[in-house]
């Protein structure tokens, strides 16, 4: 079982909708990361977070701590937003810094 | 641009040869990872470094080594390369100041072919 999952796997959307991605993890952290990945393309930090809330742009990123959940918001989605995008978590008990398989969004004009 | 150059960037090559990718950073930033992107898998751990001279393994780490003998550089070698190695290897550098919390950037991948 992967220690960060995300959902949905694939997602969908019209132009404009509002989009929301899921990262839940199973043990403590210091910090989770929010990344994205255009086809092909490289891999580029969105967020990093221990706690609350951050914004830029129409991404907005939240963390329950408690609950060991995030989601990534995109408000006015657009199909430049098309990517995959990953939560990635650092954990409390070592250095090591594990991904999610990722989520694959489609937005159509 | 964070300053992270992944080398080769391209290579195809044959079971049983040894194979070393380079990931040079110039932020000298104390953390550096490799990771091998799959489909269906997606980014996975092999080695880790949190200073010079220290590696520790990751989920993946069977038929790889790393070294760091300086800051700014992170080899990983594939002493005898097979077919399930072939992948898109990606290195990543982060963490500031001692904790491993500092923001992430990516090298841009290294393909790696394994025939």
């Known amino acids: 079982k992967n220690e960060v999952e995300q959902s949905p796997q694939n997602l969908t959307a019209q132009e404009g909708e509002f989009i929301t991605i899921n990262c839940s993890y199973s043990v403590g952290i210091s910090a989770l990361h929010w990344l994205q990945q255009h086809p092909g393309g490289g891999i580029v930090s969105l967020f990093m977070?221990?706690?609350g809330k951050k914004k830029h742009g129409r991404l907005i990123a939240t963390i329950n701590i408690q609950e060991k959940h995030s989601s990534l918001h995109i408000t006015a989605s657009h199909p430049r937003d098309s990517a995959v995008y990953i939560c990635?978590?650092?954990?409390?008990?070592?250095?090591?810094?594990?991904f999610g398989k990722g989520t694959r969004l489609h937005i159509l004009p | 641009d964070a300053g992270i150059t992944q080398s080769p960037r391209h290579k195809v090559t044959e079971t049983g040869t040894p194979v070393t990718l380079r990931c040079h950073q110039t932020?000298?930033?104390?953390?550096m990872y490799w990771y091998r992107q799959d489909p269906g898998h997606g980014l996975r751990l092999i080695h880790y470094?949190?200073?010079?001279?220290?590696?520790d393994k990751g989920e993946v780490s069977d038929g790889y080594s790393v070294s760091r003998s300086k800051t700014e550089d992170f080899l990983l070698t594939l002493e005898s390369a097979t077919s399930s190695q072939t992948s898109v290897y990606f290195c990543a550098c982060g963490g500031y100041r001692g904790t491993n919390t500092g923001e992430l950037f990516f090298g841009e991948g290294s393909r790696l072919t394994v025939l």
């Open positions: 932020e000298n930033h104390r953390y």
């Open positions: 470094s949190y200073g010079v001279k220290d590696t």
């Open positions: 977070l221990s706690s």
């Open positions: 990635a978590v650092s954990y409390n008990r070592d250095d090591k810094i594990i």
